[in-house]
């Protein structure tokens, strides 16, 4: 007697729910997570839209958009607060539909700003799901180890992984959420490009790390890695990325002279300034001096060890002082490059962590580095918990990786609140993303002589096992 197999819906219909594989306390804390998300927004909305001095950075890219589109200088319009856009054109370009114009000047066809508000967060919400997911289930894909390639999504190491560097890295992802941010999307973009990296699609890694350049400039330094590796593909995508987020699509709506017009005026208000080169101080007080703002990077840290006392402390850092940032950046640099190695050819493992070590030197070699930009650490933690992942299934092996976690948290947190200018001023965040990083360089380094793994051989592997 023969009988059929069954048929792939009951198959699906026999797998219980993700909810119904949660114990008790998984569903409270997750319902909790969900609370604390819906509850945060409504503290963002408060913040952005309802205070006399709206206490959110969203404006400036919005009042950018809006010069987009009536034509004004996106350089020289400010918001509420007095402050100046600084990023490339394209930013402004896709934010035009919710543009927000100056007070008393006519709303016809724009949403109230409480609205784009809300748009902003729930966006920004779902850049972290989306790149926090991709770049897991990259490192998921092409694991060497069946039992991690064929873990079924939603088991407990399938949600310790996505959920765990999200708690991990809270703070930063909670400032950058109350300020209106742009780092969240950044951080997706990064995701998309390490993910491709590490399935070996080298031309899509070229296109998503173009997007984060056009963005915010900064991820530029990433350009190192395929550099370093002679990955000219990946360099290709990069290339006409770049030319169509910087070139094309400014051109194509803001037209080719005002867009070269644009690109000068931002050299000369922002790079050169920040570079400690240019004359125009407009955003200055704002943003360049290294008094300006909280930031983390060592050039604004040893300025500060210089001139411990804030009342007396000099505007401008020393050019012995900048240069030594510099330094201090390149060999950042040059550790996590030799730490990856020199062959072209890597196991997506140590491909993730470099990456991520990476996306923390780019972060301290900014000369302006805001606690929020912490939030740019999560792709490290995420390769780092793979690695731990891999190791075993013992949850002590876990142990030691959650005692680094908790006290970069700690290092992360505590700086937010108020009165703690000293532990902001002599950079404990930065010391705890430090030691993430060195954690981070060791676990790379103990993985040379990995098996390589590609996207492409798993994908034949899972389709032989079908």
């Not at 952005?48 to 987009?68: C, E, G, H, I, N």
């Not at 991709?134 to 939603?154: F, H, K, M, N, V």
């Not at 002279?257 to 080169?277: D, I, K, S």
Request: proline share 7%.
């Amino acid at each position: 007697m023969s009988t059929s197999p069954p048929s792939f819906t009951n198959l699906r219909l026999a797998r219980p729910s993700f909810l119904a594989s949660l114990a008790w306390w998984e569903r409270a804390a997750l319902l909790l997570g969900l609370a604390v998300v819906v509850g945060f927004s409504g503290v963002v909305e408060l913040r952005s839209a309802f205070l006399k001095r709206p206490m959110t950075d969203l404006q400036v890219y919005l009042r950018a958009a809006w010069a987009v589109r009536t034509g004004a200088d996106l350089y020289q319009v400010t918001d509420d607060n007095g402050w100046h856009y600084h990023y490339p054109p394209l930013l402004a370009i896709l934010l035009a539909p919710l543009a927000d114009p100056p007070p008393n000047v006519a709303r016809d066809g724009i949403p109230p700003f409480g609205v784009s508000v809300a748009i902003w967060y729930w966006f920004s919400v779902g850049c972290l799901a989306w790149g926090v997911h991709t770049l897991c289930r990259a490192l998921e894909q092409t694991a060497s180890d069946d039992s991690i390639r064929l873990r079924p999504p939603g088991c407990g190491r399938w949600r310790l992984l996505r959920f765990l560097p999200i708690l991990a890295c809270l703070p930063a992802i909670g400032q950058t959420l109350v300020r209106g941010q742009v780092n969240l999307l950044v951080f997706a973009l990064l995701c998309g490009f390490i993910a491709a990296i590490v399935r070996g699609r080298r031309v899509h890694a070229g296109f998503w790390l173009a997007g984060a350049i056009c963005l915010k400039i900064i991820p530029a330094l990433l350009l190192i890695y395929p550099l370093w590796k002679r990955d000219f593909r990946c360099l290709a995508g990069c290339v006409l990325g770049l030319a169509i987020g910087l070139g094309a699509i400014p051109a194509a709506v803001l037209g080719p002279q005002r867009t070269l017009g644009y690109f000068e005026e931002w050299t000369e208000v922002m790079l050169r300034p920040a570079l400690g080169r240019g004359e125009d101080q407009s955003r200055v007080k704002e943003l360049i001096n290294v008094n300006a703002t909280d930031s983390q990077s060592p050039l604004v840290l040893l300025h500060n060890a210089i001139h411990p006392d804030r009342d007396t402390r000099p505007f401008e850092a020393s050019t012995e002082v900048r240069w030594t940032h510099r330094l201090i950046a390149a060999s950042m640099t040059l550790i996590t490059l030799l730490a990856a190695g020199w062959s072209r050819k890597s196991s997506p493992q140590r491909e993730a962590l470099a990456l991520g070590a990476l996306t923390i030197v780019m972060v301290l070699a900014s000369p302006v580095c805001h606690l929020h930009y912490f939030c740019l650490t999560l792709p490290l933690v995420i390769g780092m918990l793979a690695f731990v992942m891999t190791r075993g299934e013992s949850p002590r092996r876990l142990y030691p990786f959650l005692g680094l976690l908790t006290v970069n948290m700690i290092c992360t947190i505590l700086p937010i609140f108020p009165g703690m200018d000293v532990l902001r001023d002599h950079g404990l965040a930065t010391a705890g993303t430090l030691l993430l990083w060195a954690t981070g360089l060791g676990m790379l380094i103990s993985t040379r002589g990995a098996p390589l793994t590609t996207y492409e051989t798993v994908a034949s592997d899972d389709a032989l096992a079908a």
